[in-house]
């Protein structure tokens, strides 16, 4: 496959020295990851909380998939795409301990009543807010969703995070 020009995500090609997006690359960068990931997967310390570190016996597996990269989120999550599992053991990986897995659950209650709590808001099809205010004019991609938000609302969205913040 050759280099393939994508709109605002260029990079220099050293071949030809023009912008295009080097589609290989990232292909091959992927591979990379998800064959670190299947070792990772594999060599696992099934004793260690990969999130507090606590160690012993009885800890958990948890298994997320969504249609999303989590890794974005928590870089220590192991891609599954390159595991052979049985069905429904699809998508991202983490061993967890007891206490871990309590305040995920204690997450997840928190996330769905506060989804429930918007269940009579005006909303587009994402789920995304009607503003009221036409000054609302920034979208903003936010893990995969889209938050609209005024100019001064966005700078200080971009102050708070650096150069995490990605626009569509
Ligand atoms: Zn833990």
Known sequence: MGNVSIGAFVETDKSGGSM???LDRMIERKDRQREIDKNRFEELDSDLCMCCHAYGA???SLFISCLYEL???VPEMIDLS???LDNFKKGYYL???KHCRAEFIDMLRTWFS???GRRGAPKDHDGGELWESASKNIPVRIDGATVMMTEEGYLEY???NGNNQNTP
Do not use: L, W, Y
């Open 158 to 160: 971009k102050e708070k």
């Open 95 to 97: 061993r967890i301990c």
């Open 114 to 116: 506060e989804g429930v």
């Open 58 to 60: 009885d800890k958990r």
């Open 71 to 73: 890794k974005e989120a």
């Open 82 to 84: 390159g595991v052979e």
């Open 20 to 22: 295009s997006f080097n």
